[in-house]
DNA sequence: CCGACGGTATAGGCCCAACA
DNA sequence: TGTTGGGCCTATACCGTCGG
């Protein structure tokens, strides 16, 4: 069978886009190595690859032609909407994530609502939502390059493991990359499974979006990325980052004693 | 028959203790 | 000191059951 070309998708929809890779992927044939759990994934991985730096280009000359978010007022810009959005949406959760107290004294689902420890049932609450829904927002802020690919926003599939693909600045490997808030949010146990995942591919990384903390993954063959060192290699400055999810977490903690006072 | 609901499995987030 | 294993909480997908 061809290669899957880049005018084959075009047109279609985000579920056709996936039907389509899917009938490519079934064809390929995967190395014996490759555990069953992650067939499918291979398959798929392989099918798209050879479009992916067509893919890639078409968003740089895009980028291009218009305000390129290269450009660091652009960029700017992008990255502290991103952000604002993103506060906005999660300070309309916040009166749903926090149970009143009479609610968790009477059915409490864990030990500070058994105590009735009201302010740490609540920063529990929230800092926990908050940091398992920040993990998108990575992926949001890398997609801003056009240097940055997403399998389920451009193609529709899920690639296990796979955060983004992303190209380096003037690079043409498509490298797989597991993107964490921390060097340190993996924990010990999962190790053995990102290494599994990452492996698959001939050019992986291991990347987390600011240098807090020391590493819980290390692999012979998978490099890694933090802060500063993983936003370059899409064309974004990290401080930008920085500043923007400063401004927004303050805002949100802000915002939730604004919620509370009114209570 | 279908949608609501609830239990289960899985993945993601963070932190810590033990060990080499 | 870095690696590894474990624990807890939240969110989501999936699936079987139940009631309208």
């Not at 909407?81 to 149970?99: G, N």
């Amino acid at each position: 069978m061809n290669d899957l070309k880049i005018d084959d998708l075009r047109s279609l929809s985000l579920g056709d886009r996936a039907a389509l890779i899917d009938s490519y992927a079934k064809s390929i044939t995967v190395p014996p190595q490759i555990k069953p759990s992650l067939q499918t994934t291979y398959q798929r991985a392989t099918a798209i690859k050879p479009l992916l730096l067509d893919y890639c280009r078409e968003q740089i000359t895009a980028d291009r032609q218009s305000n390129s978010v290269l450009d660091r007022q652009n960029q700017s810009e992008a990255i502290a909407q991103k952000c604002h959005a993103f506060a906005q949406q999660f300070i309309d959760s916040i009166p749903s994530l926090v149970r009143s107290p009479r609610q968790a004294a009477e059915n409490p689902k864990n030990l500070y609502e058994l105590c009735g420890a009201t302010l740490f049932t609540a920063s529990n609450a929230i800092s926990r939502s908050l940091s398992t829904k920040m993990g998108q927002l990575w992926e949001d802020l890398a997609k801003i390059s056009p240097y940055t690919i997403s399998p389920e926003k451009d193609f529709g599939i899920k690639i296990t493991g796979i955060d983004i693909i992303i190209f380096e600045v003037g690079q043409t490997n498509p490298i797989f990359t597991q993107l964490k808030t921390t060097p340190g949010t993996l924990t010990g146990s999962q190790k053995p499974r990102s290494q599994e995942e990452l492996a698959i591919h001939e050019f992986s990384l291991f990347a987390a979006a600011f240098c807090l903390g020391t590493w819980n993954f290390s692999s012979p063959t998978i490099p890694r990325a933090c802060g500063q060192k993983f936003w370059s290699k899409i064309g974004i400055e990290y401080e930008l980052v920085e500043d923007s999810i400063k401004t927004m977490i303050l805002d949100i903690e802000a915002a939730y004693l604004a919620f509370q006072n009114g209570q």
